[in-house]
Nanobody, 122 residues
Framework: QVQLVESGGGLVQAGDSLRLSCAAT????????MAWFRQAPGKEREFVAS????????FYADSVKGRFTISRDNAKNTVYLQMNSLKPEDTAVYYC???????????????WGQGTQVTVSS
């Protein structure tokens, strides 16, 4: 089974940047599609960004396009989410997810991290 551990969340002010990391265990990391989701209090878990196994194809939610960048380092079994120009509406628990195929729905992913809190104050 694949295990995912997120880190890098914290409390920042609007306009600041954060980089989230997701470290994966297992031998199959290079074959996995990776994604970031987020969930704000009282809201559904929503898609943020995804990246394919090679890192050459990425996809972003409209709400974060141009501000967030997803990347992966297969040698380190790690996926990153660089978040720039953060807004209060970005406040949420951010989850790393993995699967053998791509998607933009939570149900598309079999493996999940525990989440890391990102809070953006105004």
């Amino acid at each position: 089974q694949v295990q995912l551990v997120e880190s890098g969340g914290g409390l920042v002010q609007a306009g600041d940047s954060l980089r989230l990391s997701c470290a994966a265990t297992g031998r199959t990391f290079t074959t996995l599609f990776m994604a970031w989701f987020r969930q704000a209090p009282g809201k559904e878990r929503e898609f943020v960004a995804s990246i394919n196994w090679s890192g050459r194809s990425t996809f972003y939610a409209d709400s974060v396009k141009g501000r967030f960048t997803i990347s992966r380092d297969n040698a380190k079994n790690t996926v990153y989410l660089q978040m720039n120009s953060l807004k209060p509406e970005d406040t949420a628990v951010y989850y790393c997810a993995a699967d053998r195929s791509s998607g933009t729905r939570p149900k598309d992913y079999d493996y999940w991290g525990q989440g890391t809190q990102v809070t953006v104050s105004s």
